[in-house]
Each structure stands twice: as C-alpha cells, then as structure tokens.
C-alpha cells in the first residue's frame, strides 16, 4: 500500500443487521433450494406492493428478462425494441433466444426510451418493448402500452433500478405483461445475487413455474396437485436459493426506510446542484407523474473530456464517481448481434458526458459535503468550452 486511500466508496452494500439470523432460520428450517419459507414471503410482499398477479424470485434480473423471453417464445427472426442506453442484460436474454434487439434512442430528460420513436421501428417481426426504467424513474409505460396494444407486442419493463418507484400513482412493475427486477449488491434492496419476475400474464404463471424448475411441474407436487413431477417443457435453473432469499427479506422488510434514506441523500446532491444548471450540469429530470425510489444520483456534463476530467479530479479527493452505459449498438455484441430502429444520437450524447456520484446508506452530512464541494469546485474552477483531447 502506497498510502493512496480511497475514502468516499461509489457504493457500499447497505445490510440492515437481521440477514444473518433469518439465514440461521432458513438453516435451521432444513429447507435451503428455492420455493421456501422466506421466498414466499419475499414473494408475497412483492405482489402487494407491485399489485402484479405474481411475483417469481429468480437467481438475478437477468434470469427473470430470461425467462420472459422464454414465456414470449421469441425466436430466430423476431425482432425487440429496447434502448441502447442499458446494461447488456436487456439484450442478452433475448439474443440467448435467438432473437434481435432493435435499439431506439432515448429521451434527453429521463434517457429513457424514447417512446415517440418507437413506432417507427415497429416491423412485422417485432415481438416486445423492453423499457428500462433509468435512475429508478419511470419511461412513459401508458404511450408505450398503446403502441404495444396497436401492433401486438409484448412490454417487458427492465425494472432492476425502479423497486418502490410509481408512474400516474402506480407501482412500477404493473403496466407491463412481465416486469423484471434486480436484487444485486449494487441496487437498494439486494442480497448480493437475486432478482423477480413480477407477471402480470395470469395464464402465464403456470407455465413459468415450470420453466423456472427446470421444465418440470415440481411445484405442482409441493402443493399436493400430482403425485409425481416430470419433465413438461424448456426450462432452467431459475429458482432463488432460500438462503439468499432469507437476505433478502431482512432487506425487503426495511425497503420503506431504505428508500427514505436514499432519498434524503438524493435531495441533497439535487439541492446543492440547481446551482451548477447555468451552464456547468444537468441534474436528473423527474417527470411530475413519477416517483422515484433514488437509485442513483447522476449529472450530466458539458462534454465527454469535461466528464472523464471530473472523475479523476474526484479520485484526487478520495471520491469514486462512475459512468455508465457504454452505448449497446456500438459495443462488439451490439453490432453482431441487433441493429439500430432509430437514430441514437441522445444514446451517444448522454452517455459520454454522464457522471454517477457515490450514493449509499450510512453517507453522512461530511461526506455528502465532501463530494458536493469537490464537484463544484472543480466544475466552478473549471475554464470552458473544454478542447476535446486536451487531457
Ligand atoms: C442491474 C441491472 C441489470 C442486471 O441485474 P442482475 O440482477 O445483476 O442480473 C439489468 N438491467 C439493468 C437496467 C440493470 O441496472
């Protein structure tokens, strides 16, 4: 060690001190495969407060965008919209199918999908919209419902950042014919690898049961319906351990308190950075009819060197800041894989000049005022317009 410390963390995974003793329980329980005790309570929490038909835990977000691909039966030849700006989960579980995403711009206020130019990327062989709710806030699910509804497709909302958010009063995850959350260590409810598929498709459920089991009806033997379980249709491993599953229910139990932290920090940033929005930052936009559960604090910048400049200053100070995404339509899997169903300029615009400050719960007021005096001073002190490659 060179003495080098990096003091203010981008993320520190919050536990809420009741993990360990529900894991002892489900150990104790001697039921540890999926489909236990604190899965069903995981579950059942997730449909009342989603208001879904149902609500599946699954290994990660991305099993949950997979196993809907499997429940749509998209194959070779069809065709998903879905925006560049994202993780490559959103693509992935459906090229795993053999299918292809088409990438569409988004807005430049949320840099969610753009939904205006949805229809026009529409063709025969499209099969779903794969929203992704950025930042926890909402994309515009009542337009893209419509479009949905005209050409017959399928909405899968990507909502691994939105637990706890709300569009036009309702819970993210309803709008959609499957929603697909995240419980990763670096979202605001998490058990290090977890994840649901919230299904708004009654007569879809049972089928993903059996998927989920790996092609087999063995929830139909739990619940006494069949005296032997068999192999019925595709399916994967796609059931949450109940030891992660007694994690997360120590987490879900406090999800209300998590998300008033995480806000009480959000606001803060967002306060103190009105300041920067005459020329320096954008700050988040968050449309009036959403709420959102302040997954990440984000600001964009003049310009890609003026971003990368900030980051490192950042470092300086001790403060890890990130970016995110790199565009999928440019990435090698992107080009190999999908094709563009629009021009994505506010993709190539937002994610050059985006910046993503640590936000965690347990920050105080010194460290809050820490990242928030070491970006403005360096954004205030900063000479513009910046040449680009001058660093
Ligand atoms: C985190 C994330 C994922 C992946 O979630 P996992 O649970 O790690 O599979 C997918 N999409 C988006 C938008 C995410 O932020």
Sequence with gaps: MDGFHLDIPFNRPYTTGRELRYIQEAVDGLQLSGNGPFGERCEDWLQQRTQVHRAMLTPS??????????????????????????????????????????????????????????EGAVTERTRAVVPVHYAGVS????????????????????AAQALASTYHGRPVGRDGDYAAISFHETKNVMCGEGGALLLNVEEAAPRAEIIREKGTDRARLFRGEVDKYTWRDLGSSFLLSEVNAAFLWAQLEQADEITAERLRIWQAYDAVFADLEDGLARRPVVPEHCTHNAHMYYLLLADGPTRDWLIQELRREGIVALFHFLPLHTSDAGLRFGRAGSELTVTSWASERVVRLPLWIGMGEDEIGRVVRAVTKALTSRERPIEVGAR
């Design 139 to 158: 994309a515009e699910l009542d337009a893209l419902r419509a479009i949905a509804d005209r050409h017959g497709l399928a909405v899968v909302e990507d």
């Design 61 to 118: 977000c991305t099993a949950a965008l997979e196993l809907a691909a499997l429940l749509l039966d998209v194959g070779p030849g069809d065709e998903i919209i879905m925006p560049s700006f994202t993780f490559p989960s959103t693509a992935t579980a459906f090229v795993l199918r053999g299918a292809t995403p088409v990438f569409v711009d988004i807005r430049e206020d949320t840099l969610n999908i753009d939904e205006r130019l949805v």
